[in-house]
């Protein structure tokens, strides 16, 4: 199934009405299974009513499209604990700790974690903890491939 426009646009008008930010939805295929993923997030907490109400309006709306496959399930979900982070709400997650991936080795490596310290003119900076010796480590933008939320162990 391809994800139109209109399911797009229908997704993310109702997260809108329920407060919720739409991040994205997109049609998977899991252990058999037709599944249409609706990822949402909320500033403060995401709730599983949240999920709940905006899954109704989604489902009622979607009964009136036609949809090109019989049998789906509708989920509608958090982008996750470990989420993938956009350099725009950077600035909004200062002193998480991170994963950073990078297009090519830098000090012999491409992987990286630590607490976000700065995102500031295109210069990330990390708080990196190196055999006990913490040490802010920066990175420019256009080197980084991936960041994304990550657990401390």
Request: hydrophobic letters at 40%; a negative charge; one cysteine or more.
């Amino acid at each position: 199934m391809k994800i139109t426009k209109e399911i797009k646009d229908l997704c993310q008008k109702r997260a809108e009405e329920l407060e919720l930010e739409f991040k994205e939805v997109v049609f998977v295929r899991e252990s058999g299974m037709s599944i249409l993923r609706v990822i949402v997030d909320k500033k403060g907490k995401l709730t599983t009513d949240d999920c709940s109400d905006l899954s109704m309006l989604i489902s009622d709306d979607l009964d009136m499209l036609d949809i090109e496959i019989d049998n789906y399930y509708l989920e509608v979900t958090s982008p996750g604990i470990e989420r993938k982070l956009e350099f725009s709400e950077l600035n909004e997650v200062l002193g998480s700790y991170v994963f950073v991936k990078l297009y090519r080795k830098i000090q012999g490596e491409k992987e990286f974690y630590g607490d976000l310290v700065s995102y500031k003119d295109d210069l990330v900076t990390l708080k990196i903890n190196f055999s006990g010796r913490f040490k802010n480590v920066e990175f420019e933008k256009k080197d980084i491939a991936l960041i994304r939320l990550a657990i401390k162990f």
